[in-house]
């Protein structure tokens, strides 16, 4: 590594260290600019974006890693990490796969491809995985908690419940522990006897985590019915409409949790994202303006990004330009800001702002949809220039 390069390194690593996120990314991307094949700048960003759950910036910078260092078992594991987030299987699995080539004895691909097996329901596999991983570190409780999972799933309640009183014995004070505590399973008339009720919201759990959707829904109802001012419950039973489809019914589950809890901001911007599908422009702006109110969410890319858009489908474009600004100021990067203002700049006639705009999001280094997107919007507005000529 080049010394100027060492030196802005250096200081990425001490801004990531006090949680100085933007600026380590920012200055790792000046250190690409001296050499772009330098693969500990790149592995380095590619691990402060998968912290910061930008999974997909992630995987474009540990794939590039993986190009030039083909051995770099971390990276593979990271990438397919990352893939599991973004629910994309498959590609998850190749990469796991990848790097336990290079590396068998990495228990954390071995846990990850258990996950994995799981959640699609490849019960045999995932118990394979899982075992594999305790032959490398048989207290490794994670793996443990999976067997107790997929035993639940399986209709082995005995079973499940000896891997849980492992866990709880191994940790019985850590959130796995307290997590097998309460996935215990009891019979239904022990359910009854004991009003067991939270046994339900970790039923409700289990099924999420295993994609039963409806089953999770129906569990959380229940629990519910006895804890109604729940807002985690709430907010749980809103997850799982989402990804069972009921949008809807979502957005009353969420506004349920926030009418229990008005201070948890992350039930706002949840609704707000939802609202910004199904809703109208007006309520995303309320709803996360009222978040910004209670705060944490000041300097959230997101956030400004759901404000500049929705203000522009109001025609407010000097509210959206100003949000949108803000927005790329907390993250350079942020295509979809970019290409929502390059459309507020538009609008507004100021052709060569919105054209820098379009030719930052076609000229950046990484492939996004939003490149062909962009180019259609300059047909669009040429069309339309034409037209008004």
């Not at 051995?71 to 973004?86: E, N, P, Q, S």
């Not at 295993?210 to 001012?229: C, D, M, V, W």
């Amino acid at each position: 590594m080049k010394e100027r390069i060492k030196k802005i390194h250096s200081k990425a690593i001490s801004c990531y260290r006090q949680n100085r996120y933007e600026e380590a990314i920012q200055l790792w991307r000046k250190a690409l600019e001296f050499d772009p094949h330098e693969v500990e700048i790149m592995y380095s960003l590619g691990l402060v974006l998968f912290e910061l759950k930008r999974y997909q910036e992630s995987i474009d910078y540990l794939k590039e890693v993986a190009a030039y260092s083909p051995d770099h078992y971390k990276a593979l594991m990271v990438i397919g990490t990352a893939y599991i987030k973004l629910r994309k299987f498959e590609l998850a699995e190749e990469y796991l796969k990848k790097s336990l080539q290079i590396n068998p004895n990495n228990t954390l691909a071995y846990l990850n491809l258990g996950a994995i097996y799981s959640i699609q329901r490849k019960f045999e596999q995932g118990i394979e995985f899982f075992e594999k991983a305790l032959e490398l570190n048989p207290q490794e409780t994670r793996a443990l908690l999976g067997l107790g999972k997929i035993y639940t799933l399986t209709g082995n309640p005995e079973k499940a419940n000896e891997y849980f009183r492992r866990v709880i014995e191994l940790e019985p004070d850590s959130p796995l522990g307290n997590y097998a505590k309460k996935a215990i399973t009891t019979s239904t008339r022990d359910l009854a006897d004991s009003q067991n009720i939270d046994q339900l919201f970790a039923e409700g759990f289990r099924y999420f985590l295993g994609s039963f959707y409806h089953e999770a829904i129906k569990n959380y109802q229940n629990y519910l019915t006895y804890k109604p001012r729940d807002d985690l419950a709430h907010y749980a039973l809103a997850e799982s409409q989402l990804r069972a489809g009921q949008l809807k019914k979502a957005f009353v589950s969420f506004r349920n949790a926030i009418l229990n809890n008005p201070k948890n901001v992350l039930y706002y911007k949840e609704l707000a994202i939802l609202l910004d599908k199904i809703g109208e422009a007006q309520d995303v702006i309320e709803i996360l303006n009222k978040a910004l109110k209670i705060g944490n969410f000041e300097n959230d890319a997101v956030v400004f990004t759901l404000l500049g858009k929705n203000y522009l489908k109001l025609g407010k474009y000097e509210e959206a330009i100003a949000h949108l600004k803000k927005a790329i100021r907390f993250d350079k990067n942020n295509l979809h800001a970019r290409f929502e203002l390059a459309k507020a700049y538009f609008k507004k006639q100021n052709e060569n702002l919105a054209r820098e705009q379009i030719d930052f999001i076609i000229n950046f280094p990484l492939e996004s949809p939003l490149k062909k997107a962009a180019q259609e919007l300059v047909t669009q507005s040429a069309a339309a220039s034409y037209s008004q000529a």
